[in-house]
T-cell receptor
Framework: DAGVTQSPTHLIKTRGQHVTLRCSPI?????VSWYQQVLGQGPQFIFQ???????GRGNFPDRFSARQFPNYSSELNVNALLLGDSALYLC?????????????FGSGTQLSVL | QKEVEQDPGPLSVPEGAIVSLNCTYS??????FMWYRQYSRKGPELLMY????GNKEDGRFTAQVDKSSKYISLFIRDSQPSDSATYLC???????????FGSGTRLSIRP
């Protein structure tokens, strides 16, 4: 079975630009979460979507937005990029069962903002 | 004060040694505790998942949770060079969607 797939794997942008990152969850999983991992730190929660609805949001500015599609894939959008947005962006897939939820991560998109 | 504290290392041990990795946390409301392994340029891989206090064993890995001390541990027996990676502790509340990670400990196993 395919795991969580993310695209693109690497991306270089300049300050002020906009970026869209994409994620396909594990087959049968209905929830997608997005995390930002800065070099040398643990991942930080950005969003969780379940059945196309936002279930949770982390402490990130409104420049960050996301959505989930009927096939449960998801996009993360970041507007007006800043140098500090350079990070590994991770997508995680889960069943959506909050009682015993386990997250499975993709390999991430490495975003560099110049 | 961070919600989850983890020594960043690096930690270097010889092959075959027992490795002990630890995290402390500040909020007693955490109910689910996890350990992830992350290789360079890869996403985190779930190793252990435990609910509340107690021990859980899976092959060479043992996870311990002591909620009274707000302290969790991961033990790796018979460590192998392939265990060289960054280990992230993580936890969440029972009803919350987000997982809170430690900063990770870099582990190197010397052949």
């Amino acid at each position: 079975d395919a795991g969580v797939t993310q695209s693109p794997t690497h991306l270089i942008k300049t300050r002020g630009q906009h970026v869209t990152l994409r994620c396909s969850p594990i087959s049968g999983h209905k929830s997608v979460s997005w995390y930002q991992q800065v070099l040398g730190q643990g991942p930080q929660f950005i969003f969780q979507y379940y059945e196309k609805e936002e279930r949770g949001r982390g402490n990130f500015p409104d420049r960050f937005s996301a959505r989930q599609f009927p096939n449960y894939s998801s996009e993360l959008n970041v507007n007006a990029l800043l140098l500090g947005d350079s990070a590994l962006y991770l997508c995680a897939s889960s069943s959506g069962d909050t009682i015993n939820e386990k997250l499975f991560f993709g390999s991430g998109t490495q975003l560099s903002v110049l | 004060q961070k919600e989850v504290e983890q020594d960043p290392g690096p930690l270097s041990v010889p092959e075959g040694a027992i490795v002990s990795l630890n995290c402390t946390y500040s909020n007693s409301a955490f109910q689910y505790f996890m350990w992830y392994r992350q290789y360079s340029r890869k996403g985190p891989e779930l190793l252990m998942y435990t609910y509340s206090s107690g021990n859980k064993e899976d092959g060479r890995f043992t996870a311990q949770v002591d909620k009274s001390s707000k302290y969790i541990s991961l033990f790796i027996r018979d460590s192998q060079p392939s265990d060289s990676a960054t280990y992230l502790c993580a936890m969440r509340y029972s009803s919350a969607s987000k997982i809170i990670f430690g900063s990770g400990t870099r582990l190197s196993i010397r052949p």
